[in-house]
Every structure is written in C-alpha cells, then in structure tokens.
C-alpha cells in the first residue's frame, strides 16, 4: 500500500481552467501539506492542515484553496489557472510537531498551456 | 527567520569517488530538527535522516555520513565511495519545534559519472 498518494500524477490542461489534485495517506498522520517544485526544483510550502484546520498559509494566491474532507485526505483545487502554476505539486503528511519527518507522495506534474 | 543554505547548486564526481554537500542553516530557535532528502531522477522526494538541535553527534549509514555542528550552524552530508544510483538533487531542511513548516534549501544537484 502507498503511503501518501496523489493523483493524478501528471495533468495538462489550458489557461483559465480549474482544476484538482487530491491526496491521500495511510500512515495515520495528523498533518498533511502541499508542497510547490518549480522549474528550479525549489521547494516551497503552500498550505498545511492539522485535525481539518489551516495552520499555514504561505503567499499562495486565493486561486489555491486546500480541501480535507477528514484526516486521512487533504486535496487541491486551483482556479484560473495560469502559466505559471505550471511546476510538480507534492502531497506529504506527518505526525503532529516538529520532530517528525514528512512522507512525502510521488508528486503531480502540472503544465499549463 | 529560518533559511537553509545549499550553495553548491551542482556538484559533478567520478564513480567511488568521496563527495560533500554542504548545508548551512539560520535559526533563532533553540530546539530545533535538520533533515536530509534525496530526489532521484524519478522525482519522488526519500528521506534520509533527521537530527535534533541537542544531538550533536555524528551518524554514520553505511556509506553515507553527516556531520552536524551547531558552532557553524552546519549540516554537511558524505557520501564515500559514490556510485552511480547516488546521482540526485540533495536537499537539505529545517523545522522548528512545535511548527509544522519544513524549510528546504535549494538543493543541490550531484551527477556521479561512471
């Protein structure tokens, strides 16, 4: 079983569209968060829940909005999609607090055209 | 703030030869997590190791060692003998205690030639 999947893993779409990313995991964990790969590979934190509450919110425009229906799910929906949006979305989790490592999934490929 | 420092974008080695990324990192915290994490080219994000800010101790891992020291804030990762399978962006990253937010640094790209 994996442990912290996403899909799909790789989606094309248009300028303008709307669309979704969802994300699970198994591990039991109270933590889940998406995680931006530009180009760069540069890594950024865009959002984090914890028991189904926002408790981070980087800079991430108001297109980006985190949805966890429950714990074990945290998906993303992006609105209006623009180019540069285009970049590998990465799902993780972990148990709650500082020390604990996140696991991370397979990772989503978005192009935008 | 906290920010993680990988200077050394790309780093190209010879097969078995030894290599080191370097990892600095800016904290104000006491208590605090260091973190470790391959990507090889089929792009998932593999954990390596974590240390903790109290632990200074040097770990060793079969050919992979790191060397944490808190005088430098630095947390520099060796691989001895580098194979081929080694080739793949290294990150490094930072969390503090009771935060969720893990900083990763840039990462540095390691090719290891046959």
């Known amino acids: 079983d994996t442990a912290v999947s996403q899909t799909p893993k790789y989606l094309v779409t248009q300028m303008g569209n709307d669309k979704s990313i969802k994300c699970e995991q198994n591990?039991?964990?109270?933590?889940m968060y998406w995680y931006k790969q530009d180009s760069k590979k540069f890594l950024k934190i865009m959002f984090s829940?914890?028991?189904?509450?926002?408790?981070i919110n980087e800079t991430v425009p108001n297109r980006f909005s985190p949805k966890s229906p429950d714990k074990a799910h945290l998906n993303l929906h992006i609105n209006s999609l623009e180019l540069g949006d285009s970049a590998v979305y990465f799902c993780?989790?972990?148990?709650?607090?500082?020390?604990?490592?996140?696991?991370f999934g397979a990772g989503s490929r978005l192009t935008v055209l | 703030a906290q920010k993680v420092t990988q200077a050394q974008t790309e780093i190209s080695v010879v097969e078995k030869e030894d290599v080191t990324l370097d990892c600095v990192y800016e904290?104000?915290?006491?208590?605090?997590?260091l973190f470790w994490y391959k990507q090889p080219p089929s792009g998932e994000l593999v954990f390596l190791i974590r240390?903790?800010?109290?632990?200074?101790q040097n770990e060793i891992s079969g050919r992979y060692s790191w060397n944490f020291q808190k005088s430098t804030s630095s947390f520099n990762f060796t691989i001895t003998a580098s194979q081929v399978v080694d080739s793949a962006v290294y990150f490094c990253?930072?969390?503090?205690?009771?935060?969720?937010?893990?900083?990763f640094g840039a990462g540095t790209r390691l090719t290891v030639k046959p």
């Open positions: 993780a989790s972990s148990k709650e607090s500082g020390a604990n490592v996140l696991t």
């Open positions: 591990l039991g964990h109270d933590t």
């Open positions: 829940y914890n028991n189904k509450e926002l408790i």
């Open positions: 904290t104000r915290d006491t208590t605090y997590y």
């Open positions: 240390r903790n800010s109290f632990d200074e």
């Open positions: 990253a930072l969390r503090m205690y009771n935060n969720n937010d893990m900083r």
